[in-house]
């Protein structure tokens, strides 16, 4: 029961919190510092009821500036009028999905993979999650796998993208079609398309 109060309040604080515009995360983490919902040296992108948070109100991560001048921002979902709007927390999502990419750090990516390219696989595991379009709910009902999603080689995972799952290879582009056994994706470049053939991915890999 304590542990569900608490996942109350700090659902609500960052409802509340981002009703008006999106924050940066460290202005987040102070605030929630002074509400008494975060640990001195807690990461809000670390603690268990901001990520569950984040994902039953579809938060967006986004990147602000670039380089070490840059930071990251959460942002509520908006209506068609522009206007931030919670959207309800009732979805049919694998909870082995949903926890799986709970779990991944912006801050601690693999050693063989470079960090600019692995926030961007994080960031494109949450808006698959988080999509309007609702396109981690429809995989869900076409079959496709945790590994054919998620999955990648365990060893320098780049070097073997032709053996990796789907969200490897949206790469800051995002998915215009999804099929049992295939996917198009929009290449943010030039905005041209590409077909993704579903593989499964080994366990062993």
């Not at 409802?15 to 460290?26: E, G, H, I, N, Y």
Request: proline fraction near 5%; aromatic fraction near 8%.
């Amino acid at each position: 029961m304590k542990d569900l109060r608490r996942q109350a309040r700090v659902t609500a604080f960052l409802r509340k919190s981002l009703a008006k515009a999106p924050q940066d995360v460290l202005k987040l983490e102070a605030m929630a510092r002074t509400e008494g919902l975060l640990g001195e040296h807690q990461r809000i992108s670390h603690a268990k009821p901001f990520k569950r948070g984040k994902h039953s109100l579809r938060i967006r991560s986004l990147r602000a500036g670039f380089g070490t001048n840059g930071g990251w921002r959460w942002e509520l979902p908006c209506d068609r009028d522009g206007a931030r709007q919670p959207v309800r927390a009732e979805r049919c999502l694998p909870v082995d999905w949903v926890e799986g990419v709970a779990r991944l750090s912006y801050c601690h990516p693999p050693t063989d993979v470079p960090g600019h390219r692995w926030r961007q696989f994080v960031s494109d595991c949450e808006s698959f999650l988080n999509s309007s379009e609702n396109w981690a709910e429809r995989a869900a009902e076409l079959g496709w796998a945790a590994r054919a999603l998620f999955g990648c080689h365990r060893n320098y995972p780049l070097m073997h993208l032709g053996s990796a799952g789907l969200l490897w290879a949206v790469t800051g582009g995002k998915l215009v079609e999804l099929h049992r056994d295939w996917a198009v994706i929009e290449l943010p470049v030039n905005r041209s398309q590409r077909i993704f053939s579903r593989r499964d991915v080994a366990a062993g890999r």
